[in-house]
């Protein structure tokens, strides 16, 4: 048996109406075993309808989540998969607090259980998100580019250092790729959809320095496992970013770093009164935490 809730942060009041919520915060309890978890939603990409719409389908399926009995991830994940078959990253955010959970029953980090080799700190890059205003003269950064901005980015003075994280979500858009390329922009990491992921060859894989996996757009840890599995099998490397969250994101992202060649965090994290992965300024310490180590501070739960 579960407990579930959902909260819009920061919170929509008479004083801040107007304010667009950033995050959809996720809590996920196990009762039996009083294990608890978290997951966070990022907002930006969102529009009020799109908000509403998320928040209902919530409302809708507690009850359903709540008499789910507990047992192993993959069939919990499948569980979610015909409960959201219209809300993929509400899949995606119940199946990676899932792991958390059954990660803690066995006392023991996400890590550990999945096998992961074994380190406590790993190197990641900060990432800068690119938008009309940034400031993309700076040498060795990595530039997070929607689809959508490729045109006006490339059109921009930067430097020949300069990585790009171009995330797509059709297909289509790969002609991005070729076109950053002859601009002179080498290193291009690409973010992709589930289906612009299915539809891409070997040749292409190779023409880029690598693939972002993100939990949120391919539904969530359990598929994840197995695609970065096949992934290494292959020699194409992967990495991960996140654009924007918090602690619990920067600590969810992080999780697969022992096997990764690049992890990519935002560089202006939200804060929230939470506690997760520790972020210094080169590197990522994980605390020695059974599941995923996430935990709220004070009664904000």
Same mark, same amino acid.
Not at 230 to 238: G, H, Y
């Given at each position: 048996?579960?407990?579930?809730?959902?909260?819009?942060?920061?919170?929509?009041?008479?004083?801040?109406?107007?304010?667009?919520?950033?995050?959809?915060?996720?809590?996920?309890?196990?009762?039996?075993?009083?294990?608890?978890?978290?997951?966070?939603?990022?907002?930006?990409?969102?529009?009020?309808?799109?908000?509403?719409?998320?928040?209902?389908?919530?409302?809708?399926?507690?009850?359903?989540?709540?008499?789910?009995?507990?047992?192993?991830?993959?069939?919990?994940?499948?569980?979610?998969?015909?409960?959201?078959?219209?809300?993929?990253?509400?899949?995606?955010?119940?199946?990676?607090?899932?792991?958390?959970? #059954?990660?803690?029953?066995?006392?023991?980090?996400?890590?550990?259980?999945?096998?992961?080799?074994?380190?406590?700190?790993?190197?990641?890059?900060?990432?800068?998100?690119?938008?009309?205003?940034?400031?993309?003269?700076?040498?060795?950064?990595?530039?997070?580019?929607?689809?959508?901005?490729?045109?006006?980015?490339?059109?921009?003075?930067?430097?020949?250092?300069?990585?790009?994280?171009?995330?797509?979500?059709?297909?289509?858009?790969?002609?991005?790729?070729?076109?950053?390329?002859?601009?002179?922009?080498?290193s291009i990491w690409i973010e992709p959809s589930?289906?612009?992921?299915?539809?891409?060859?070997?040749?292409?894989?190779?023409?880029?320095?690598?693939?972002?996996?993100?939990?949120?757009?391919?539904?969530?840890?359990?598929?994840?496992?197995?695609?970065?599995?096949? $992934?290494?099998?292959?020699?194409?490397?992967?990495?991960?970013?996140?654009?924007?969250?918090?602690?619990?994101?920067?600590?969810?992202?992080?999780? $697969?770093?022992?096997?990764?060649?690049?992890?990519?965090?935002?560089?202006?994290?939200?804060?929230?009164?939470?506690?997760?992965?520790e972020v210094e300024e080169d590197r990522l310490?994980?605390?020695?935490?059974?599941?995923?180590?996430?935990?709220?501070?004070?009664?904000? #739960?």
């Amino acid at each position: 048996m579960f407990v579930t809730d959902y909260k819009l942060w920061p919170e929509v009041s008479e004083a801040n109406k107007q304010t667009k919520p950033k995050l959809l915060l996720l809590y996920l309890r196990a009762l039996k075993f009083q294990a608890q978890s978290y997951m966070e939603i990022p907002l930006s990409d969102y529009n009020d309808q799109d908000i509403q719409a998320l928040t209902q389908e919530l409302d809708k399926k507690r009850n359903t989540i709540s008499g789910y009995a507990m047992n192993e991830p993959e069939r919990f994940w499948h569980f979610l998969h015909h409960l959201f078959d219209k809300h993929s990253v509400l899949l995606a955010a119940f199946d990676i607090m899932g792991w958390d959970i #059954w990660s803690q029953l066995y006392k023991t980090s996400y890590q550990k259980l999945i096998r992961l080799p074994e380190r406590k700190v790993y190197p990641y890059h900060s990432l800068q998100v690119f938008d009309n205003e940034s400031n993309i003269t700076q040498t060795d950064t990595y530039q997070y580019v929607d689809a959508q901005q490729v045109e006006y980015f490339i059109n921009q003075e930067h430097s020949e250092n300069t990585s790009v994280l171009l995330a797509l979500s059709e297909i289509d858009e790969w002609q991005f790729v070729e076109k950053l390329k002859t601009k002179g922009i080498s290193s291009i990491w690409i973010e992709p959809s589930l289906a612009v992921l299915s539809e891409l060859n070997d040749d292409q894989f190779k023409s880029i320095e690598g693939v972002l996996f993100n939990p949120l757009k391919l539904e969530g840890f359990t598929p994840l496992i197995e695609k970065l599995m096949d $992934f290494r099998k292959r020699n194409i490397p992967v990495g991960v970013a996140l654009k924007e969250g918090s602690v619990i994101g920067q600590t969810v992202y992080a999780q $697969f770093a022992p096997v990764l060649q690049k992890v990519f965090l935002t560089n202006k994290p939200y804060s929230l009164p939470a506690t997760g992965i520790e972020v210094e300024e080169d590197r990522l310490i994980f605390k020695q935490a059974p599941g995923l180590g996430l935990a709220f501070v004070g009664d904000f #739960w």
